[in-house]
């Protein structure tokens, strides 16, 4: 298990950037495949992107493709968001969740470590 803290969340227009953060802790970090996933109020969690332990596969929602980059640093235990061209429908809660298999599930129960979120509101 990591633990997981994001930041970076805030108000923004739309068409505005934001990079959102996630520092995990615990020396294993670079043998996760690591995630973010939102959540909008009344819907169910979904996933947003996905990167593997190399940083070298991403995978992205349809909904994000184009806008969003997933990074990670794996000397420093952290996976990164940047979020640009931002629209009103990306705000929701963001959180960051570490999957400890080589999968590329994108379901949430794959991932067995959560962050608490961080909200992201982008206003039209």
């Known amino acids: 298990q990591v633990q997981l803290v994001e930041s970076g969340g805030g108000l923004v227009q739309a068409g505005d950037s934001l990079r959102l953060s996630c520092a995990a802790s615990?020396?294993?970090?670079?043998?996760?495949?690591m995630g973010w996933f939102r959540q909008a109020p009344g819907k169910e969690r979904e996933f947003v992107a996905a990167?593997?332990?190399?940083?070298?596969?991403?995978d992205y929602a349809d909904s994000v493709k184009g806008r969003f980059t997933i990074s990670r640093d794996n000397t420093k235990n952290t996976v990164n968001l940047q979020m640009n061209s931002l629209k009103p429908e990306d705000t929701a809660v963001y959180y960051c969740a570490a999957r400890n298999d080589p999968s590329g599930s994108r379901h949430a129960w794959a991932f067995g470590s959560w962050g608490q979120g961080t909200q992201v509101t982008v206003s039209s």
């Open positions: 990167i593997d332990w190399s940083g070298e596969s991403t």
């Open positions: 615990g020396r294993t970090f670079s043998s996760y495949a």
